[in-house]
Nanobody
Framework: QVQLVESGGGSVQAGGSLRLSCAASGVIFSIKTMAWYRQAPGKQRELVATITSSSDTNYADSVKGRFTVSRDNAKNTVYLQMNSLKPEDAAVYYC???????????????WGQGTQVTVSS
């Protein structure tokens, strides 16, 4: 099995910064794309940022220029640096990873448990 454990959430004032981490562990041959999603109360889960195994990145328009996604392949970890936070960024943030558990194995999608980000105005 594969586990994703997120950390780094918390409460900040508008304009502040937070850095989220998500570490994958378990039986892992390779991790393909890793991503961050978020879900605010009463809203659908939305994609925030993605990063491929070769570190190509993509961002939601709402976070471009403020958030930076990165990964450490040696540690099976993805990060989300969030700067200039706004109240509308408040949500539960989830990481997602597409994991191949053996050289010829199927790629499965795994999710973390979520970490709360609160931004006060």
């Amino acid at each position: 099995q594969v586990q994703l454990v997120e950390s780094g959430g918390g409460s900040v004032q508008a304009g502040g910064s937070l850095r989220l981490s998500c570490a994958a562990s378990g039986v892992i041959f390779s991790i393909k794309t890793m991503a961050w999603y978020r879900q605010a109360p009463g809203k659908q889960r939305e994609l925030v940022a993605t990063i491929t195994s070769s570190s190509d990145t993509n961002y939601a328009d709402s976070v471009k220029g403020r958030f930076t996604v990165s990964r450490d392949n040696a540690k099976n970890t993805v990060y989300l640096q969030m700067n200039s936070l706004k109240p509308e960024d408040a949500a539960v943030y989830y990481c997602n990873a597409l994991v191949q558990r053996s050289p010829t194995g199927t790629i499965f999608s795994y999710w973390g448990q979520g970490t709360q980000v609160t931004v006060s105005s």
